[in-house]
């Protein structure tokens, strides 16, 4: 069982959909979620970034941890043509960014159709 | 503002040749990590630094070496290149080690070995 696994997609919806984009984990330890978004032929850009259980919301997109299940998901409101990406998850156990205590999914491509 | 920039966009390498895969940061940033991207699976991290003259491994070093003699560069070395060795490496860079500090990344290098 990988440590975090997304649904690879694609995904297609149509404009102006609301979309749910999900992951889950095996560590029961990781208490710090992060969401990035990558564009086609570009590096990772950073979304959202959530610290332990509950919901954060920053415009059209809310990100939600539930620990209980081991389940993230990044819900995207009225999507739009440009938030076409691929879209990774990330975590941590451990309040240091970097070393091996940083875990990406591998990423949903989503498509929105206009 | 150009962040983090990587060089070459694209290469390809015969079996067994050498290369360095240049990264140049403008940010001041102490943070430097290379990590390699695969379809279907998540980022993978092969060397970080967490400041100029300290560098160390992580999930997948094989294959590769790094230096940091200064804070804005952080080359990464692939000696006896093979196919294994396909991918698409990013170079990222942060401020801080905290996990809501975000990861800057580079545009990516493209990299075939035949």
């Known amino acids: 069982q990988k440590e975090v696994e997304q649904d690879p997609g694609p995904l297609s919806v149509p404009e102006g959909a609301i979309v749910s984009l999900n992951c889950t984990y095996s560590?029961?330890?990781?208490?710090?979620f992060m969401w990035y978004r990558q564009y086609s032929r570009k590096g990772p850009e950073l979304l959202m970034y959530t610290y332990s259980s509950g919901n954060k919301e920053d415009g059209r997109f809310t990100a939600q941890v539930d620990k209980s299940s081991k389940y993230i998901s990044l819900f995207i409101r009225d999507s739009q043509p440009s938030d076409s990406a691929t879209y990774l998850c990330a975590m941590s156990a451990r309040p240091e960014n970097y070393g091996q205590n940083f875990v990406f999914g591998p990423g949903t491509r989503l498509s929105v159709l206009p | 503002n150009a962040g983090v920039t990587q060089t070459p966009k694209f290469r390809i390498l015969k079996i067994g040749q050498s290369m360095t895969l240049q990264c140049t940061q403008d940010?001041?940033?102490?943070?430097m990590y290379w990590y390699r991207q695969d379809p279907g699976m998540g980022l993978k991290l092969i060397y970080y630094?967490?400041?100029?003259?300290?560098?160390d491994k992580g999930e997948v070093p094989n294959g590769y070496n790094v230096s940091r003699s200064t804070t804005e560069d952080f080359p990464l070395r692939l000696e006896l290149a093979a196919p294994s060795q396909t991918s698409v490496y990013f170079c990222a860079s942060s401020s801080t080690g905290r996990p809501g500090s975000p990861l800057h990344f580079g545009n990516g290098t493209r990299l075939t070995v035949t």
């Open positions: 560590n029961s330890a990781f208490q710090y």
């Open positions: 630094s967490v400041g100029a003259g300290i560098t």
């Open positions: 940010m001041n940033h102490n943070y």
